[in-house]
């Protein structure tokens, strides 16, 4: 049996960093671009063939599992218990996550001929999202969270657990230009305004293209409905349970809409992070 527990190497690492009070220490936080979308459509992508007999009477595993729970993170299922884990021992095709800026991935990964699928969102709403989940975090674990204003600050000097926003999105956004068959840049707000299309073209991007027969016969659409919110939130498995970092499964389904900050953030506030935007994103071709 692997152990939970990071290895002494990792443990002397963490411990000589530099640290700061984050939004919800001692929790970890994760980044809120429609992760969990996106693992759910890759998933379904890349294991449509084995499940594409309507007769059949296997369930598929989105039915029955959560996104988080089939699409395992690189750097805590894999790396943060193992020094050298074996790849082999996952099943093809292997589908793993990560929320690591590009910077920081291992070289094997970046030297490999794996694909990379980067999903990033309006930093207003990045941040709304985030808050959410780090506060259901919070009251969970000791009833207090840090207030929205002060989070905003943290956010907008670039204090999160994987680094500035800017740098993050900045990185593999540099990266899809030099290498566009190695890294696909998407937005979140474009795949909303027309998944079909984005569907399809992630479909190209992993190797696996719709045929025209799958594209006549609606599979396209029958991945978005059984990948919508709509459909994933209300599934048990999602509304009930927990991961095995003890977060729970229903903390990943809250609206998962574009220009929700509207709702909890002033005009100024809002105005603060596109006054940062503008200045770190300056001489890109990124926008927001």
Not at 102 to 131: A, E, G, H, M, T
Not at 170 to 191: A, C, R
């Amino acid at each position: 049996m692997q152990s939970s527990q990071p290895s002494q190497a990792c443990t002397d690492l963490i411990s000589s960093l530099p640290s700061d009070k984050g939004w919800d220490n001692p929790s970890l936080i994760f980044p809120k671009s429609g992760t969990t979308w996106l693992k759910a459509i890759l998933f379904a992508l890349l294991n449509r063939a084995e499940y594409s007999n309507p007769n059949s009477e296997r369930c598929h595993p989105l039915q029955t599992r959560n996104p988080h729970d089939l699409v395992p993170y690189l750097e805590f299922q894999l790396y943060l218990q193992q020094e050298d884990p074996d790849h082999a021992t996952f099943a093809s095709p292997r589908l793993l996550a990560t929320h690591l800026p590009y910077s920081s991935l291992p070289q094997s990964v970046r030297d490999s001929k794996c694909k990379l699928v980067y999903l990033c969102r309006n930093p207003k709403d990045n941040f709304i999202s985030l808050w959410h989940f780090t506060k259901k975090m919070m009251l969970k674990e000791n009833g207090d969270q840090t207030p929205l204003p002060e989070c905003l600050d943290k956010f907008c000097q670039g204090l999160s657990m994987y680094g500035p926003y800017w740098d993050h999105v900045l990185g593999y956004h540099k990266m899809s230009s030099e290498m566009p068959e190695k890294v696909l840049f998407m937005k979140f707000e474009e795949m909303k305004e027309d998944p079909c299309v984005h569907v399809r073209r992630l479909a190209d991007f992993v190797g696996c293209p719709f045929s025209e027969e799958e594209l006549r016969g609606g599979t396209v659409e029958g991945i978005l409905r059984m990948c919508s919110f709509d459909n994933l939130s209300t599934l048990e498995v999602n509304k009930s349970g927990s991961l095995w970092t003890r977060v729970e499964n229903k903390s990943f389904f809250r609206r998962g809409e574009v220009g929700d900050w509207v709702n909890y953030m002033s005009a100024e506030m809002g105005e603060r992070i596109d006054s940062v935007m503008e200045e770190k994103l300056h001489g890109s071709e990124l926008k927001f």
